[in-house]
């Protein structure tokens, strides 16, 4: 089952990383859909870096080229035959040169430690290879807001660090915004700065990270960090 989305104002500061949370059907997907058009409000107005998001296709795709929207399955973004095809193709749309193309397709490759893969289909790259692939396929695109949608599931943490290490390089090198959705409390209480919570199509807490995360309401709905973070060392002792 899932919510629409009701009654929600929320900001997000520039070059930040902020963390959308919530449980399965609270609107978490449906919110990150509308940030990037591809749903459409019934009401309200969503702006992108002071511009109105609207259904007029120069200004979408004016709003499009800022913003690159990581999926939670990378096989949906994936379709070129080979890895330097897929993520050169962003930046063909842009219509830049030629030689701009192959700088930022090398770039990017180099950025998400893909380069020698760049000849290879993306069928045989492993799960964690494959976000990194579509993760280059937007950064050739120079966005200024990242979204990813559950961007470490389905990861193991040699996985999970890789990947934060890399998006953290490129959001203090490219003083990129980061808006991330996620289940994993640890994740979120180590890399958010502030989050939004939630719950059937409603906000219950939009705040800095640490206080959302000992609120009670937000404890009572997604658990607690100190649980999860408890798990996680007893896994490591084992």
Request: net charge positive; glycine share 6%.
């Amino acid at each position: 089952m899932s919510f629409s989305i009701k009654n929600l104002s929320f900001n997000i500061e520039s070059n930040s990383i902020f963390a959308l949370v919530g449980n399965n059907g609270s609107g978490k997907t449906t919110l990150l859909r509308l940030l990037v058009g591809l749903l459409k409000q019934d009401s309200g107005v969503i702006k992108i870096f002071g511009d109105e998001l609207t259904r007029n296709k120069k200004e979408l795709w004016k709003i499009r080229k800022q913003v690159g929207f990581l999926f939670q399955n990378p096989d949906d973004q994936l379709f070129a035959p080979t890895i330097q095809e897929d993520v050169s193709f962003g930046a063909r749309n842009l219509k830049i040169d030629e030689d701009e193309v192959n700088r930022r397709v090398e770039w990017a490759l180099n950025a998400v430690e893909l380069s020698e893969y760049k000849n290879q289909s993306p069928l045989n790259l492993s799960w964690g290879q494959k976000k990194r692939a579509t993760l280059a396929g937007l950064l050739v695109m120079k966005p200024k807001l990242l979204i990813l949608d559950e961007p470490f599931a389905n990861l193991d943490f040699k996985s999970i660090y890789n990947h934060l290490k890399i998006i953290e390089k490129l959001r203090k090198e490219e003083k990129m915004t980061i808006l991330f959705t996620s289940h994993n409390l640890f994740f979120v209480q180590n890399w958010a700065e502030d989050i939004l919570v939630l719950d059937k199509g409603k906000a219950i807490f939009n705040g800095n990270c640490i206080e959302g995360l000992d609120n009670l309401k937000v404890k009572e709905l997604i658990g607690s960090y100190d649980e999860i973070h408890k798990l996680i060392i007893n896994n490591k002792s084992k």
